[in-house]
């Protein structure tokens, strides 16, 4: 079975940094694009980033260029999402989600609540 | 960037209805288009992809059609557990990949 479990969400002040993690399961991590998408409270969905299976692409949205970072470790299978700068803005639930270029997205992690405020 | 529109944004029908979703894209994106469930509070779910390929394990009253620009979800008898928001995503120009604004169905 695919899990993908994330965590690091919190209440954090504008302006300061949080790290997100994924921890995958049930499959190859290694061999898989991975992305981050997050919601707004009451809002749609918004893809953030991407990373490819090697980690050598990396893509980012307008809202978060120059202040997220994404990265995963193969050998721990681990995915990650370091925000910097955060700003009310931000506020949203962050999901991690599997795939990419060829088949879209398919399996999404439960969600962690990242909230920005003072 | 590749726009994607849905309507409507809400509808409301009874048990039992035929429940029709569009999603267009503001230019062509060939077959590559999922479909996603989200209920209150949870993670999304694929339903459908590469346009109209159901994914293991959902309902065959779930189904997905069209090429292009123009795609429908259709949800042949709509039961109470399919209340819920539906997404559209396109995977043909990327990045970004981009969603639609949701679809919010309810039971009349």
């Known amino acids: 079975e695919v899990l993908l479990v994330e965590s690091g969400g919190g209440l954090v002040q504008p302006g300061r940094s949080l790290r997100l993690s994924c921890a995958a399961s049930?499959?190859?991590?290694?061999?898989?694009?991975m992305n981050w998408v997050r919601q707004a409270p009451g809002k749609g969905l918004e893809w953030i980033s991407y990373?490819?299976?090697?980690?050598?692409?990396?893509y980012y949205a307008d809202s978060v260029r120059g202040r997220f970072t994404i990265s995963r470790d193969n050998a721990k299978n681990l995915l990650y999402l370091q925000m910097n700068s955060l700003s009310a803005e931000d506020t949203a639930v962050y999901y991690c989600?599997?795939?990419?270029?060829?088949?879209?997205?398919?399996?999404w992690g439960q969600g962690t609540l990242v909230t920005v405020s003072s | 960037d590749i726009q994607m529109t849905q309507y409507p944004s809400s509808l409301s029908a009874s048990v039992g209805d035929r429940v029709t979703i569009t999603c267009q894209a503001s230019?062509?994106?060939?077959?590559?288009l999922n479909w996603f469930q989200q209920k209150p509070g949870k993670a999304p779910k694929l339903l459908i992809y590469?346009?109209?390929n159901l994914e293991t394990g959902v309902p065959s009253r779930f189904s997905g059609s069209g090429s292009g620009t123009d795609f429908t979800l259709t949800i042949s008898s709509l039961q109470p557990e399919d209340i819920a928001t539906y997404y559209c995503?396109?995977?043909?120009?990327?990045?970004?990949?981009?969603f639609g604004p949701g679809t919010k169905v309810d039971i009349k």
């Open positions: 989600a599997r795939g990419g270029t060829v088949a879209g997205i398919d399996y």
């Open positions: 995503q396109q995977y043909d120009n990327f990045p970004p990949f981009t």
């Open positions: 230019q062509d994106i060939r077959n590559y």
């Open positions: 049930g499959f190859n991590f290694r061999t898989y694009e």
């Open positions: 590469d346009a109209s």
């Open positions: 990373i490819s299976s090697s980690g050598s692409t990396i």
